[in-house]
């Protein structure tokens, strides 16, 4: 995983399966990109970041997803057409990281491996 010589928010990606992956956020990116540099399974992000396509898709704790707001509703369309849609789902791509996401665990369904 990347490190650096300044500390950003910890960050858990927990697979359908139940394998835990923690890293070290960089702040001002995507979740989605984040993820992705730091080679995170599941999480394919086909369209890059665009909000087009839902393979970024995670599922957040209930708390995480009350303090992180609903999603846009561009995002909501991307997600129902996903079939693990949960009402804590979100698009990582829609998520910027900041030092408040410090702790913040998501989980990614097993449809996406």
């Known amino acids: 995983m990347k490190t650096g010589t300044t500390?950003?928010?910890l960050i858990a990606?927990?697979?359908f399966n139940g394998t835990k992956y923690e890293i070290e956020g960089e702040t001002g990116q995507s979740?989605?990109?984040n993820l992705l540099d730091n080679g995170i399974p599941g999480i394919d992000a086909d369209?890059?970041?665009e909000c087009s396509c839902a393979t970024c898709?995670?599922?957040l704790p209930e708390d995480w997803y009350a303090k992180l707001g609903e999603p846009s509703s561009d995002e909501e369309a991307m997600l129902g057409m996903n079939p693990e849609i949960t009402p804590t789902s979100r698009l990582s791509c829609q998520i910027k990281?900041?030092?408040e996401l410090d702790g913040l665990s998501v989980e990614i369904p097993e449809f996406q491996f």
């Open 7 to 9: 500390s950003g928010p």
């Open 13 to 15: 990606a927990v697979t």
């Open 31 to 33: 979740l989605m990109k």
């Open 47 to 49: 369209c890059g970041g």
């Open 57 to 59: 898709h995670v599922i």
């Open 97 to 99: 990281v900041t030092d």
